[in-house]
């Protein structure tokens, strides 16, 4: 047996696990199917733009620690998340803050703002939301929902907002500020250079093999170590013996574009259900370079069914049920771990996948 760790993934979790086993001393071997590291946070240069390839993506966290750990390996830059909804041409700052109601509405003091949401909220009457359409508008009233959640999130989901289920939209947080930073979390920031460094330094002195599958040769790549952190989809691992786990796909279209600049921003969604992508990304506007060019990417959410890249983990009771199914054979195995996004069908953002993949290789106590 020539490895201690065989590492299925090369993603921001199985490349964290490596670099600290690693660093303790272990043989590792990573196997990615893909032809590049890094997972969904691979970013690949255009002329000087680094393109988010699989979405775009901004750090940003509450934890110290994960955020010590991350900057480590690249320096991040000042990046705030602010992005514009545009609805049939009109614009509205996000997330709903004052900037928005006075677009909206034309109030202009946080007391006038509370009035005119508690105001629509009222109108309707709803104690007990049935489905997302009544949920959204018993939180946020009828305007907001029809301008800014309602074609959004029907594309998002492919289904009507009247037979989607209340729980996907617990909160709808309000600010009485005029504040465009969508995110409440202490650190935000996007590594200047792009992502896919972080993984290569991580993964310094570590033997990877590109474009290999573990199911293409499971037995023989699992024989290769003692010990296995798999990172790709449960359900796949198991042959699928239960039936498929559920996500919603995305479908990236990418245009370079011969002039400075698109759209003046970073983020910009289309809440209309007419416009079949959810939102336009321009790529350098993460990274403030100035280059002749610029790259933007379409985002159209697509339904997703085996062999799709599985981006949203479908979290209803159905697939919830299923997952426990596969966890109970995972919880079985005695040298194989599973974990990241995939394996264990959680919808994680990077600061999570870190601090996961931290205490994972704490939990093994070596
Ligand atoms: C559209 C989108 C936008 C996002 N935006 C943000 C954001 O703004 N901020 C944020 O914090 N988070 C964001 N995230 C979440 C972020 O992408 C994840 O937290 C992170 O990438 C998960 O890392 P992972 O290692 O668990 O999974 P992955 O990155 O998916 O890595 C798993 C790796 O395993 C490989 N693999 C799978 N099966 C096999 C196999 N059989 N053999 C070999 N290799 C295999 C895959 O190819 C992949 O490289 C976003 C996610 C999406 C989908």
């Not at 919808?347 to 870190?354: E, G, L, Q, T």
């Amino acid at each position: 047996m020539k490895y201690d760790y065989l590492i299925v993934g090369s993603g921001l979790f199985g490349s964290i696990c490596a670099h600290e086993l690693n660093k303790k001393g272990f043989k590792i071997l990573v196997v990615e199917k893909r032809n590049h590291l890094a997972g969904n946070i691979y970013t690949q240069e255009n002329n000087g733009i680094q393109v988010h390839k699989y979405g775009a993506h901004i750090f940003h966290t509450n934890n110290k620690l994960v955020w010590d750990y991350i900057n480590r390996f690249a320096e991040f830059n000042r990046f705030t998340n602010s992005p514009i909804a545009n609805y049939k041409g009109k614009l509205f700052n996000l997330p709903f803050n004052m900037n928005t109601f006075y677009q909206l509405w034309g109030v202009k003091t946080p007391d006038e703002a509370y009035r005119k949401i508690e105001e629509q909220k009222k109108v309707f009457h709803i104690e007990k939301p049935r489905n997302l359409e009544e949920q959204a508008i018993s939180l946020i009233g009828k305007d907001i929902y029809e301008i800014l959640i309602k074609g959004y999130t029907e594309k998002q989901w492919g289904r009507k907002a009247t037979e989607l289920p209340p729980f996907i939209i617990n909160r709808l947080p309000v600010r009485f500020t005029f504040d465009n930073n969508y995110f409440n979390d202490k650190y935000q920031g996007i590594p200047i250079g792009g992502y896919t460094q972080i993984i290569v330094k991580m993964l310094e002195g570590i033997d990877v093999k590109l474009n290999t599958d573990l199911f293409e040769n499971k037995q023989k790549l699992l024989d290769s170590a003692e010990k296995v952190i798999f990172t790709g989809p449960i359900d796949e691992f198991y042959d699928y013996q239960y039936g498929a786990l559920e996500y919603r796909s995305l479908l990236f279209e990418n245009e370079i574009i011969n002039e400075p600049n698109y759209q003046g921003n970073a983020v910009v969604n289309y809440t209309e259900y007419e416009i079949p992508y959810t939102r336009i990304i321009e790529h350098k506007h993460f990274d403030y370079v100035e280059t002749e060019h610029t790259v933007i990417t379409r985002e159209y959410p697509k339904d997703w069914k085996i062999g799709d890249e599985a981006y949203y983990p479908i979290n209803d009771d159905k697939n919830a049920k299923l997952y426990k199914k596969y966890k109970e054979l995972a919880d079985r195995e005695t040298r194989i771990h599973f974990g990241g996004r995939l394996a264990e069908y959680k919808y994680y953002d990077m600061h999570h996948v870190i601090d996961s993949a931290l205490k994972f290789i704490d939990n093994l106590k070596l």
